[in-house]
């Protein structure tokens, strides 16, 4: 079951931290989440799991940011969350999906216990101009059946900063 805003406003502060925190971002069944104006592009044309694959990070200007189709960027969320006792997902906003912008490739899931930034998998179908703090995906959060186990990794958990992939870990 999903939490309805009402639900998720109730648990703020406990089940489910935000910071920053606006009310005014809460839906009647999720939460909007900003864009930071941090994003990374990954240096290597092709690249490996094997390796880990070197990011360049910028910063996105006041004025905006185009991306271009055919690239994977990688972006953060303004917004640090930690979810406990609920599943947190995150998917793309419609009015986002309405300019061909894609917020994340196949990582929208979150785990039971997650701490941290979340980073992004910008991808667009044309090119589309974003900027920094808008309002670019939402998080809901889904109530689970049985114990609850907290989520723990040496790659991703407590990320205060774009993460890149850090499959070459498990190679």
């Not at 939490?3 to 839906?27: A, R």
């Not at 930690?82 to 300019?99: A, K, Q």
């Not at 974003?130 to 990320?159: A, H, L, R, W």
Request: charged residues 20%; negative net charge; aromatic residues 12%.
């Amino acid at each position: 079951m999903i939490l309805t805003g009402n639900e998720i406003k109730k648990n703020i502060g406990k089940n489910i931290i935000i910071t920053p925190y606006d009310e005014s971002q809460v839906n009647p069944n999720s939460y909007n989440l900003k864009l930071s104006s941090e994003i990374a592009v990954y240096e290597d044309e092709i690249l490996d799991p094997k390796k880990e694959n070197k990011v360049q990070n910028m910063i996105i200007p006041d004025e905006g940011f185009i991306l271009e189709p055919g690239k994977l960027y990688l972006a953060k969320t303004l917004e640090y969350t930690e979810t406990y006792n609920y599943v947190p997902i995150l998917f793309g906003r419609s009015s986002m999906g309405r300019l061909g912008l894609g917020i994340h490739v196949t990582a929208g899931f979150g785990d039971v216990g997650f701490c941290g930034y979340w980073t992004l998998q910008l991808t667009c179908l044309q090119r589309v101009k974003i900027y920094p703090y808008m309002k670019i995906c939402q998080i809901v959060y889904f109530s689970v059946q049985g114990e609850t186990e907290n989520y723990i990794s040496d790659k991703y958990q407590n990320s205060d900063r774009i993460m890149a992939s850090q499959i070459y870990k498990e190679m």
